[in-house]
């Protein structure tokens, strides 16, 4: 069964289907067999390119919309207040969709004021384009200036998160302030796969590498949305709520942050807390 995270009125499924780089018809094959599999939550962006192909898997699952939590995300290109309004009609339309559960700021662009994309991302959620809104990369100081310009909760953080990352301090911040968390990149790209600590926990649990790293994220409360083109990834992923690590594992997969852990970078990049 599928856990919750509950922040600022909203209820997001702790396991989702990220897609980045996935498009067409692979794209909208893995958004249907994963909610067919029981996924209920699908990450998706503007700058993606696969809005169309999300929202075909949507319908081709026969899954009631109205059980599925949909994000989808602004790109910093287009953070001034017209252009994010069009941007996100634009994702709804491409989604043949009323609403987005979730929409959020992409990625924080400091050519524009934060005050002004924060007046059209909260419009948004007032005009019934999204139900919830948030932000993604935003560091310890954007998220404290995001919410002091904030007319409508936000209510999730987007960060880079996996065992090779410490973003405790992020974390903490973006709780304190009354946002969840989501990690992008949950098994770092795919570099767990290997890993002697994971794979080691994994082999006590019957578990991957792969898994035991979701595992002790979600353990952490933290939502995680790991992209794959593959079914038996898709399977593989979503089977971490049959075990528990130990307190014991859990501080030894926290001892794998290392401070060359990053792995995302953009142009406009804000000083990260790590």
């Not at 600022?8 to 980045?20: A, D, K, M, S, V």
Request: net charge positive; glycine share 8%; charged share 25%.
């Amino acid at each position: 069964m599928v856990q919750f995270i509950e922040a600022g009125g909203t209820r997001i499924p702790l396991i989702g289907l990220g897609t980045w780089d996935l498009r067409g018809r692979t794209c909208a094959k893995m958004v249907d067999e994963a909610l067919r599999l029981g996924y209920r939550h699908i990450d998706t962006a503007a700058m993606y390119g696969n809005e169309e192909a999300v929202g075909e898997g949507l319908r081709a699952s026969e899954v009631p919309r109205d059980e599925v939590f949909i994000t989808t995300k602004v790109w910093s290109s287009d953070l001034r207040a017209r252009d994010f309004e069009r941007s996100a009609r634009e994702s709804i339309r491409k989604l043949k969709m009323p609403s987005v559960d979730l929409l959020l700021i992409h990625w924080p662009n400091p050519s524009i004021p934060l005050k002004e994309t924060i007046g059209a991302l909260c419009k948004m959620k007032r005009e019934g384009v999204a139900r919830h809104v948030g932000v993604s990369n935003f560091t310890v100081a954007l998220i404290e200036e995001a919410v002091g310009y904030a007319t409508e909760p936000l209510v999730n953080n987007q960060i880079e998160c996996h065992p090779y990352l410490d973003q405790a301090k992020v974390i903490a911040a973006s709780r304190k302030r009354g946002l969840s968390v989501t990690a992008y990149s949950p098994i770092a790209r795919g570099r767990v796969k290997g890993d002697a600590v994971l794979s080691k926990i994994g082999k006590a649990h019957g578990k991957t590498a792969a898994q035991v790293c979701l595992r002790y994220l979600v353990q952490h409360g933290v939502i995680v949305i790991p992209r794959t083109s593959r079914s038996d990834r898709l399977k593989e992923n979503f089977a971490i709520f049959d075990f528990k690590l130990t307190a014991a594992e859990m501080k030894e997969i926290a001892g794998l942050a290392h401070p060359g852990g990053r792995i995302v970078e953009w142009g406009g990049t804000p000083d990260w807390d790590d």
